[in-house]
């Protein structure tokens, strides 16, 4: 019954490889986020998409791909990655968007990815 | 933009209280959050405080807001070694983005 999952737990990769990560909520929510969490535990949003459509790209680099299939999945691709990618990646999701502030972020349990 | 701060670092001891504090920058959000971090684990929503309220009480937590200063608190009453977490403040700066605090790391010494 798990709200909001994320596959991986754990990415090991080496530098310049392709990997994604996924992410699904079963609440029903309109609302997905990525946010990044760096070794200082730092959280900044990424994207969010509402609707399967791209609302937020808080510059991030082209190398960072969110795709949405559908409302319940937000994945997040990585194309050529680098060093400083490896963090925590957390997936969130909430049932409304613009405007609705008061709308509760419901975080995943993190994907912590390391690049070598 | 929306600036968010909290102290890196509480300790306290077992059975006492626990306070921890943050300051934001924009007043327009109508909620503020607490999110909890246990060690090697995603964020756990913790409580939150609608704006126009000064103090919420929840169980053992009590929240205080006070606009003015534009300061939030997070208030652990009888703290157990099991509160030992990282707790991140988070105001959405009136939008849908969550702008968080670097995060209080509290330790219960038994």
């Known amino acids: 019954d798990t709200a909001v999952s994320q596959t991986p737990k754990y990415l090991v990769t080496q530098m310049g490889n392709d990997k994604s990560i996924k992410c699904e909520q079963n609440?029903?929510?309109?609302?997905m986020y990525w946010y990044k969490q760096d070794s200082k535990k730092f959280l900044k949003i990424m994207f969010s998409?509402?609707?399967?459509?791209?609302?937020i790209n808080e510059t991030v680099p082209n190398r960072f791909s969110p795709k949405s299939p559908d409302k319940a999945h937000l994945n997040l691709h990585i194309n050529s990655l680098e060093l400083g990618d490896s963090a925590v990646y957390f997936c969130?999701?909430?049932?409304?968007?613009?405007?609705?502030?008061?709308?509760?972020?419901?975080f995943g349990p993190g994907t912590r990815l390391l690049v070598l | 933009g929306e600036d968010v701060e909290q102290s890196l670092f509480l300790s306290v001891r077992e059975g006492d209280s626990s306070v921890i504090n943050c300051t934001y920058t924009?007043?327009?959000?109508?909620?503020l959050y607490w999110y909890k971090q246990e060690p090697g684990a995603g964020l756990q929503l913790l409580t939150y405080?609608?704006?126009?309220?000064d103090m919420k009480q929840d169980q053992r937590l009590t929240v205080l807001l006070n606009k003015k200063d534009k300061h939030l608190s997070l208030r652990i009453a009888d703290t157990q070694t099991g509160d030992s977490a990282i707790y991140f403040c988070?105001?959405?700066?009136?939008?849908?983005?969550?702008?968080f605090g670097g995060g209080t790391r509290l330790m219960v010494k038994p």
């Open positions: 609440l029903g929510h309109d609302t």
């Open positions: 405080i609608f704006s126009n309220m």
């Open positions: 988070a105001d959405p700066a009136g939008g849908n983005m969550l702008t």
């Open positions: 998409y509402n609707n399967k459509e791209l609302i």
């Open positions: 969130a999701s909430s049932r409304a968007l613009a405007g609705w502030d008061q709308e509760t972020q419901y």
């Open positions: 924009d007043s327009s959000s109508t909620y």
